[in-house]
């Protein structure tokens, strides 16, 4: 799956994909506006892919790029490729996840393959869909029934807090002053619905719909973890 494709001197481009064998593989597409595999070789197309490896450069050069998948409906709502560039993002900073590779192609194509489709307050959720579901497939998934801190189990229709510094799930007794602005609040709907977003194909998913308060909750909720794991400020309320 094509990630990132960036500008490289005057003619030539540097491309880096999301790969089952090797993970996150940069190679450089060389040739002009007129080369075929320019065309081809774009952010979320996936398919086939031939790298020639120079040992003594260490060089990486696209020889050829089957794409057997466009996803042209990304291009056609600013929501939908703002979240699917989102979802590179995530997925670059992490290194591909550092393993299993071919787990984190299947997770990007689903949710990616659901955008296609979905309405702009829809591709905001799988978009926070596919984070909570990254921090699973990353290990760093909090609990939604258990503090962090302290290990207490949580009743279903209690609130709990997320904290911005240590990126977890508090209870009340140990999320200290929640008023502040380091704290967010997940109360018994929102922690329901993150529940459902683990376990929900994205095909599904974006059509359960939040009212106007779960949504904020939420948009802020992955607006935090999106810039905690990309290290800069990630608003998804202006997707």
Same mark, same amino acid.
């Given at each position: 799956?094509?990630?990132?494709?960036?500008?490289?001197?005057?003619?030539?481009?540097?491309?880096?994909?999301?790969?089952?064998?090797?993970?996150?593989?940069?190679?450089?597409?060389?040739?002009?506006?007129?080369?075929?595999?320019?065309?081809?070789?774009?952010?979320?197309?996936?398919?086939?892919?031939?790298?020639?490896?120079?040992?003594?450069?260490?060089?990486?050069?696209?020889?050829?790029?089957?794409?057997?998948?466009?996803?042209?409906?990304?291009?056609?709502?600013?929501?939908?490729?703002?979240?699917?560039?989102?979802?590179?993002?995530?997925?670059?900073?992490?290194?591909?996840?550092?393993?299993?590779?071919?787990? /984190?192609? %299947?997770?990007?194509?689903? $949710?990616?393959? !659901?955008?296609?489709?979905? &309405?702009?307050?829809?591709?905001?959720?799988? *978009?926070?869909?596919?984070?909570?579901?990254?921090?699973?497939?990353?290990?760093?998934?909090?609990?939604?029934?258990?503090?962090?801190?302290?290990?207490?189990?949580?009743?279903?229709?209690?609130?709990?807090?997320?904290?911005?510094?240590?990126?977890?799930?508090?209870?009340?007794?140990?999320?200290?002053?929640?008023?502040?602005?380091?704290?967010?609040?997940?109360?018994?709907?929102?922690?329901?619905?993150?529940?459902?977003?683990?376990?929900?194909?994205?095909?599904?998913?974006?059509?359960?719909?939040?009212?106007?308060?779960?949504? /904020?909750? %939420?948009?802020?909720?992955? $607006?935090?973890? !999106?810039?905690?794991?990309? &290290?800069?400020?990630?608003?998804?309320?202006? *997707?």
């Amino acid at each position: 799956m094509v990630l990132r494709v960036r500008a490289q001197g005057e003619a030539n481009r540097e491309a880096f994909f999301l790969t089952a064998e090797e993970g996150i593989v940069r190679a450089t597409l060389y040739g002009g506006p007129k080369s075929k595999l320019r065309a081809q070789v774009a952010p979320w197309h996936t398919g086939k892919l031939l790298v020639y490896h120079d040992p003594v450069r260490d060089s990486r050069k696209i020889s050829d790029f089957d794409v057997e998948s466009w996803k042209p409906g990304l291009r056609e709502l600013y929501e939908r490729s703002a979240a699917a560039g989102t979802i590179a993002e995530l997925i670059l900073s992490a290194q591909g996840g550092g393993g299993g590779w071919d787990e /984190a192609l %299947a997770l990007a194509g689903e $949710s990616l393959g !659901a955008l296609e489709t979905a &309405g702009g307050d829809g591709a905001v959720f799988l *978009l926070i869909q596919f984070i909570w579901r990254w921090l699973e497939f990353l290990g760093q998934r909090p609990s939604l029934e258990y503090c962090s801190s302290c290990a207490c189990e949580y009743p279903p229709d209690g609130v709990l807090w997320y904290s911005r510094y240590e990126g977890s799930l508090l209870c009340p007794s140990c999320a200290h002053s929640p008023e502040g602005d380091d704290y967010l609040e997940l109360g018994p709907g929102l922690r329901r619905w993150l529940g459902a977003a683990g376990s929900i194909v994205p095909g599904e998913f974006w059509r359960y719909t939040l009212d106007a308060s779960l949504a /904020a909750q %939420a948009r802020l909720l992955g $607006s935090a973890i !999106a810039s905690g794991l990309l &290290g800069k400020k990630i608003r998804l309320g202006e *997707l």
